[in-house]
């Protein structure tokens, strides 16, 4: 079954047409993380939520923002998307630091999004 | 925060021979590695972990062990089998920092029969 679920799957969207991502979880999880990662890369973390608690990392774009409405899902928006956007988007979860240490992430399928 | 370097970026191995990919971390207060194994278009796959109490763990043809003073950990694969095909990310992480993982830059590792 899976445990961490990504729509869509691919998706294709236009230079400067806002987009949306979406992660859903059945773990009850404390913590989500999105990843962007690029062709050959390694994935990069964008913004994290520990509950309700939104943290995002320095270098992340103004274009990207999330938002997580209850424990089960989490999104990603992207206001502008430009050519530089397209990537593979990867949502994770965890247990976080609250759970003895246990940080193991479970990964979503991802979602492929071409921006042209 | 966290830098982890990952060699080599690439790794080209026969069919039954030892893979062997190796990771420096910056942290001293990293004190949670995973390795990944990725195939093309797939999610990231948790293959081994290892946390800073202990300095080696094995899994089957897997193998991580730990430095702590040296601050580096390295993934070994022996009798390598083509599906052993992919690309291979260390990662680490610490109670500081909420078990948010820094990944390094990945292996591409080929098995040729």
């Known amino acids: 079954d899976a445990m961490v679920i990504q729509n869509p799957r691919y998706q294709v969207t236009q230079f400067g047409k806002p987009v949306t991502l979406s992660c859903s979880q059945t773990?009850?999880?404390?913590?989500m993380y999105w990843y962007q990662q690029k062709s050959s890369q390694a994935p990069k973390l964008l913004f994290h939520?520990?509950?309700?608690?939104?943290?995002n990392e320095a270098d992340t774009p103004d274009n990207f923002q999330s938002r997580r409405p209850n424990t089960s899902f989490c999104f990603l928006d992207i206001r502008s998307p430009g050519l530089g956007d397209t990537a593979m988007y990867l949502c994770?979860?965890?247990?976080?630091?609250?759970?003895?240490?246990?940080?193991?992430?479970?990964f979503g399928s991802g979602t492929r999004l071409t921006v042209v | 925060g966290e830098n982890v370097e990952q060699h080599p970026s690439t790794l080209s191995v026969q069919e039954g021979d030892s893979a062997v990919i190796k990771c420096t971390y910056s942290?001293?207060?990293?004190?949670?590695f995973p390795w990944y194994k990725q195939e093309l278009g797939k999610r990231p796959q948790l293959i081994i972990d290892?946390?800073?109490?202990?300095g080696e763990k094995k899994d089957q043809r897997i193998a991580v062990t730990l430095n702590k003073t040296a601050k580096h950990f390295s993934l070994h694969i022996t009798e390598t089998q083509p599906e052993d095909s992919a690309v291979y990310f260390c990662?680490?992480?610490?109670?500081?920092?909420?078990?948010?993982?820094?990944f390094g830059a990945g292996t591409q590792v080929v098995v040729t029969p």
């Open positions: 994770a979860t965890s247990r976080g630091t609250a759970w003895r240490g246990d940080y193991g992430y479970t």
């Open positions: 773990l009850n999880h404390n913590v």
């Open positions: 939520y520990y509950d309700k608690d939104f943290n």
């Open positions: 942290d001293s207060a990293s004190n949670y």
């Open positions: 290892i946390r800073s109490n202990v």
């Open positions: 990662a680490a992480s610490s109670t500081d920092s909420w078990g948010k993982l820094q």
